[in-house]
């Protein structure tokens, strides 16, 4: 829930706020909150964390939008060496919020509201969430094939030696097995 200390406002591990002042008010009016999320789960293996950002609401004549830009980390495992690492994200959005009851009469609004994927509600608390707008805007800028860089190591090698011990070869672990079938089948070609 937010809290408000003097004019500023902060959304603190929390993403619903109460817009029922906002709703009051008129057209045009704003309200901003400060958002801090110690960790935030966008699906069940995507938990961002040190999510910080800047939220803005908006008064409109029979909704809210509610502008959003905020940035944190996501560990995820590098594609190349398997390796977790921190990948930083960006993300800003904006989001338009429909009522669903009317804050002055307590009348249903839920039929006049139109049943589309396109708005989000404010709910009969007169809350808005900010939640699942936010989560998917997460998963979409976070990388389909993670890395974790320029210096990334690669794939960790295992050393494969021949007949006399000796070093032929740098393998990656997951293939020595195989590196050995070869090594067995070129012993065979030479006998």
Same mark, same amino acid.
């Given at each position: 829930m937010a809290t408000d200390s003097g004019q500023q406002r902060e959304l603190r591990n929390d993403t619903a706020v109460?817009?029922?002042? *906002?709703?009051? !008010?008129?057209?045009?009016?704003?309200?901003?909150?400060?958002?801090r999320l110690d960790t935030f789960e966008a699906d069940r293996e995507t938990i961002a964390r040190d999510i910080v950002g800047d939220v803005r609401l908006t008064r409109l004549r029979d909704a809210i939008i509610a502008s959003v830009s905020a940035t944190g980390v996501v560990p995820l495992t590098c594609a190349r060496c398997l390796r977790e690492y921190d990948q930083p994200f960006e993300v800003e959005f904006d989001e338009e919020y429909r009522q669903t009851v009317d804050v002055r009469t307590g009348v249903d609004l839920e039929d006049e509201v139109v049943d589309d994927e396109l708005f989000s509600r404010i709910d009969e608390n007169h809350e808005l969430d900010l939640r699942e707008p936010l989560r998917q805007e997460i998963l979409v800028v976070l990388p389909m094939r993670p890395d974790c860089g320029p210096?990334?190591?690669?794939?960790? %090698? *295992?050393? %494969?030696?021949?007949?006399?011990?000796? !070093?032929?070869? *740098? %393998?990656d672990e997951r293939l020595a097995a195989l590196a050995s079938l070869l090594a067995e089948d070129q012993r065979n070609e030479t006998n």
């Open positions: 109460n817009v029922v002042g *906002l709703l009051k !008010s008129q057209t045009g009016d704003t309200r901003s909150y400060r958002l210096d990334c190591p690669g794939p960790d %090698v *295992l050393e %494969v030696g021949g007949d006399d011990g000796a !070093s032929d070869d *740098l %393998v």
